[in-house]
């Protein structure tokens, strides 16, 4: 139990951190001050962030009722307040560093294709599916659910990782992808692991879980738009 604590205080000091930092690279001047020094933060608060939720998720999936005492139903805590959370610490961390790799190996694109990079793509899919398979058993559609996007985040990194001749512009692309799905995730974990205690009726609706994954994709949309539009107006020989 003291372990669980300083993880989840620390979870919450650097999360706290994450969502306040999100906005500012977000709607500040891309490739700006603002933009470059808070990006900076977000990105390391989201993998310390990460880092603390794996220790929760370990120690809840040890001891389910002891860490979580007022809450009875052990399986049921074990399946998301340990598999499902440690998943989504996999995809924290993984889409926080992709998203900082994008801008390392911008001009070296096959760095990207690291044995080290490709494994930790292989643990995102197979904690993603892990949390789909717990979500089967306890008849969790939310915790099946959820497991779509580490899914598809691992195959769309491969997908770009592989591509052995992208747009010059393409990392702009992932980088957005995967720092504003990073946001999700600490939104998503905010708003639904903070509803337990304050509306515990609320914390496992769809509906709820929905809000960050919705605002989400319309940031990557909208901002993957732009990159397009700018690069296009550019002409071939520029």
Not at 203 to 210: F, G, K, N
């Amino acid at each position: 139990m003291d372990a669980f604590h300083g993880f989840l205080a620390g979870h919450i000091t650097t999360g706290a951190v994450g969502l306040v930092a999100f906005w500012v690279p977000v709607l500040s001047k891309k490739g700006g001050a603002l933009h470059l020094r808070w990006g900076r933060i977000f990105n390391i608060a989201m993998i310390a962030t990460g880092a603390f939720a794996t220790g929760m998720a370990l120690c809840t999936i040890a001891d389910p009722l002891g860490t979580h005492p007022f809450m009875t139903d052990g399986p049921l805590v074990a399946g998301i307040f340990g598999w499902m959370m440690l998943y989504l610490a996999f995809l924290t961390v993984n889409l926080a560093v992709y998203g900082w790799l994008c801008i390392r190996y911008r001009r070296r694109h096959e760095a990207h294709r690291s044995p080290l990079w490709i494994a930790s793509q292989a643990l995102l899919f197979v904690a993603a599916a892990n949390c789909a398979w717990q979500g089967w058993l306890l008849g969790q559609v939310l915790m099946m659910g959820i497991s779509v996007v580490g899914i598809a985040a691992a195959a769309t990194n491969l997908y770009f990782m592989f591509q052995r001749d992208p747009v010059p512009w393409g990392w702009q692309l992932e980088h957005i992808k995967a720092l504003v799905g990073a946001g999700i995730s600490v939104y998503t974990a905010f708003l639904a692991f903070g509803a337990v205690r304050l509306m515990p009726e609320l914390a496992l609706s769809p509906v709820l879980w929905s809000f960050p994954l919705g605002t989400g994709l319309g940031l990557i949309l909208y901002h993957q738009a732009q990159v397009r539009r700018r690069f296009r107006r550019v002409p071939a020989h520029g």
